[in-house]
C-alpha cells in the first residue's frame, strides 16, 4: 500500500477523506482505494458537519425511522436531530426519529430482530451507509426495509460511486471522480490488479481494513 491521499468533500470542505491506494477486496468487488471515512464517523465535530450536509438534501422528505449501516450511527444521531430542527423545513418537526441497525445472518442478508419490527414496518425508511462502491449494500438494506414492511424513503451515503438506486437519488458527501483514477471492479472480473498478478493489500470491512 502507498502513503494515503488527503481528498476534501466538494459538497463541505471541511470534511475529508484519506485515500490510500492499493489493491483491496471488499464483500462485493475490488477497489484500487480504500477511503477511510473514520475522522467523519467518530470525530464529534466532523460527525455533525457531515449531518448537517446530508440533512439538507432530506429537508422535504419526511422521515420516521434512520436504518444506520457500517457505523455511522454517530452521525445518524445528528442527522435525526437535524431532520428534526425547527428552522430546517418543517416536514419532520416534532417527529422523534428512530435510530437502528439491522443485524445479519450467515448468509450476509440484513435481518431485524422481533422487538424492533415495529420501527420499520409501515414506515419511511432513510438507509444511511459509510461506503456505496457498487451499491449493492444499499441494494441489500432496501430489500431487508420492504421485507419487514418499511418504505424506503432516500439513500445516503459518506461516499457513493453510484448517483441512484431504483429511481431514488444517492446523496452522497464524496463520490468516485473526487479520487483519481477510481476504480471497482467485480470479484475475479475486469480487475487489473488481479490481471497484473498483484496480491491483495487488504480485505475491507465495515469497521475499516485488515492488512494481509
Known sequence: MQQP????SKVKTRLYADAIPGHFATNHSHINYYIDMSDIKHKQSLAMTAARSIAARFSGMPVDTLLCLEGTEYIGA???RELTRESLAGVNTGRDIFLVEPDSNIN????????????IEKKAVLVLAASASTGQ??????E???YYGGRPAGYAALFSNITELHGKPVVSLFTGSD?????TCAHGKNCPAC?????LDAIVTPQGYRSL
Open 5 to 8: 491521499i488527503r481528498v476534501l
Open 78 to 80: 445528528y442527522l435525526a
Open 108 to 119: 450476509g442478508q440484513f435481518t431485524f430482530s422481533d422487538n424492533l419490527r415495529g420501527m
Open 137 to 142: 449494500t444499499l441494494d441489500q438494506a432496501r
Open 144 to 146: 431487508c426495509v420492504e
Open 179 to 183: 479520487f483519481p483514477g477510481y476504480q
Open 195 to 199: 490481471a497484473a498478478g498483484l496480491p
